[in-house]
């Protein structure tokens, strides 16, 4: 008997520190990466032509981690132009040092240098993607960012077979940089693409373009998560698979309440997943990107295509093509965004802020300013609350957190300064912008609801906006002007869709609320690159909390100086 009684505990120690060690999480990962900037030369419709790429490849290399890792990504630049590269969608808490926007929060990484961004990934898994961020290096500087849940955490939707990552992009036959050079020294908008593409490549639909295309095979009954992400410069895409359904699980990376669709509408900087199953009968299946345009303006309206391959089919057979959406579909688009809804679970809740501090309403509009040596004597402009904003040539957060002065002011209205019917019949006189470097701080901790209006100044037209180092949860939208009076009360702010970038329907507006416990200085864009150019954007200026452990963390060694 006492070898028994002195056994169990032992034994029982033994058990209860098995279990311990297998309840515990998985150790934080280190994941180190090497990007290389370097020109490479790529052919594409008949074109050859050198453009910048990530380690010789278009698109670049997808980044893997796991919820909880830490991230390091050192950035070589052989290229001839400065750039940075920003984490799209990652929340970088108290680390804006690490989020990329050239002169937002770094100088760019002069030809010749290197940078390491440095980034913890906590609270968020699904798919991301990164990009440069500074002139239109962007249409061929790309790529994913695949983050997996933690060690033991399931998916909270049926575990695939198997994973693919499909980036849909922009294709110029020109340079890219010169076409946007001569639109900006036409004060035009610079000529459209060429083609889309799938993971670089825009299918057989366009010229010498057999070897050009993307496919992944498939075998019958089994399921596959698409992670899609939109990097293409100007146009929102539609994209659908012939003969097979989608279950949308997640955008933005934020897990959703799964639906059914034929198609999804994906804006530039978007990503969505989902789920497809190849039950149908084996044979090959094109899946196709197209842009989606409701307002009276020119986009690039080719079809991109990729091949859903079931196993064993020979390749001469041709693919079937899936019905898309007509481009103008606005009734598809508004529907289809109003299905987003945010899980909502224990697990997985939607903390909406119940409670505003701070109200913003953002007025998006076209202008015409006087431009002596331009086409027509003048230059397309864009503004929020009709102020094109300047980009500085020192850093923003450099000057915030160094504090030195002269380089913005913090002063962004909160309301446009002349209100009019937004949406009314298009207004085409006193187009005019006031220039500046305006920030809008905000208080640490505090709660914001912005809504973005979309105007008819020039013309109305979906604007999809960034907002950097957070997510937001999209309350309610609509067509037409804001009433601030009757609109609210039709929020959602049960399971509203949580997200970071958010488009705006044409002639209409959304509302979206966040609150303000990241830190640091977070630009707000519109992601239409040619916007963008031409001043559609601002910054927030989030002021530190109380505590040390509330406040901006010391910037790199390494950061690169204006």
Not at 116 to 129: A, E, K, M, P
Not at 409 to 430: C, E, I, R, V
Request: hydrophobic share 40%; aromatic share 12%.
């Amino acid at each position: 008997m006492a070898k028994q009684t002195s056994f169990c505990p032992v034994l029982g120690f033994l058990v209860i520190g098995f279990l311990c060690f297998i309840c515990l999480p998985a150790e934080a990962a280190l994941k180190k990466y090497q990007f290389d900037v370097q020109v490479a030369n790529v052919s594409r419709l008949c074109h050859a032509k050198p453009i910048v790429t990530v380690n010789g490849r278009f698109p670049g290399p997808t980044i893997y981690a796991r919820e909880g890792d830490r991230v390091q990504i050192n950035v070589t630049n052989y290229a001839q132009y400065n750039l940075s590269i920003h984490w799209h969608g990652l929340k970088q808490y108290r680390n804006g040092w690490a989020d990329g926007p050239a002169y937002i929060t770094q100088c760019p990484i002069q030809t010749g240098n290197s940078h390491v961004y440095d980034f913890n990934i906590t609270g968020q898994r699904g798919t991301l993607w990164w990009h440069a961020h500074i002139l239109w290096l962007r249409a061929t500087v790309y790529g994913a960012i695949v983050i997996m849940p933690q060690q033991g955490t399931p998916f909270p939707f049926p575990q695939p077979d198997r994973e693919e990552v499909l980036v849909l992009g922009e294709w110029w036959n020109a340079d890219v940089e010169e076409v946007e050079k001569q639109g900006n020294a036409l004060g035009i908008p610079p000529n459209m693409s060429d083609a889309h593409t799938i993971n670089g490549k825009p299918g057989p639909l366009f010229p010498c373009s057999e070897k050009h295309t993307f496919a992944m095979e498939v075998e019958k009954g089994k399921t596959y998560l698409l992670r899609i992400v939109n990097a293409a410069l100007n146009d929102e895409l539609f994209f659908a698979l012939a003969n097979h359904t989608f279950t949308v699980v997640e955008i933005d990376a934020v897990y959703t309440k799964p639906f059914s669709t034929e198609a999804i509408l994906i804006a530039p900087g978007q990503t969505t997943n989902v789920l497809v199953r190849a039950n149908q009968v084996p044979g090959r299946y094109f899946m196709a990107a197209r842009a989606f345009m409701d307002a009276p303006i020119s986009v690039d309206n080719k079809t991109a295509t990729a091949i859903f391959q079931y196993k064993g089919i020979p390749q001469t057979l041709l693919p079937k093509l899936p019905t898309l959406p007509e481009q103008n579909d606005t009734n598809f688009a508004l529907t289809y965004n109003s299905k987003l809804r945010s899980l909502n679970t224990p697990k997985y809740p939607a903390n909406v802020p119940l409670n505003v501090d701070r109200h913003l309403l953002l007025t998006v509009g076209l202008g015409i300013n006087p431009c002596p040596t331009c086409l027509n004597g003048t230059r397309f402009t864009a503004s929020l609350n009709n102020i094109t904003f300047s980009m500085p040539q020192t850093a923003l957060l450099q000057a915030h957190y160094f504090n030195i002065k002269g380089v913005y002011t913090p002063d962004f209205p909160d309301k446009p300064p002349t209100p009019f019917n937004f949406t009314g019949a298009p207004l085409t006189a006193n187009l005019r912008t006031n220039l500046g470097t305006r920030l809008s701080k905000i208080a640490f901790n505090s709660t914001v609801e912005i809504v973005i209006q979309d105007t008819n100044l020039l013309s109305v037209e979906s604007h999809p906006f960034h907002l950097h180092g957070y997510n937001f949860f999209v309350v309610g939208t609509g067509v037409g002007n804001f009433d601030p009076k009757k609109d609210p009360a039709k929020y959602n702010l049960v399971d509203p869709v949580e997200r970071n970038t958010v488009g705006v329907p044409t002639g209409g507006w959304t509302a979206i609320r966040f609150r303000a416990d990241n830190p640091g200085v977070w630009f707000f864009h519109c992601h239409l690159e040619l916007h963008t150019g031409w001043g559609l954007k601002t910054a927030f200026l989030v002021e530190n909390g109380p505590g040390s452990d509330h406040n901006i963390l010391p910037p790199p060694k390494d950061l690169p100086r204006c």
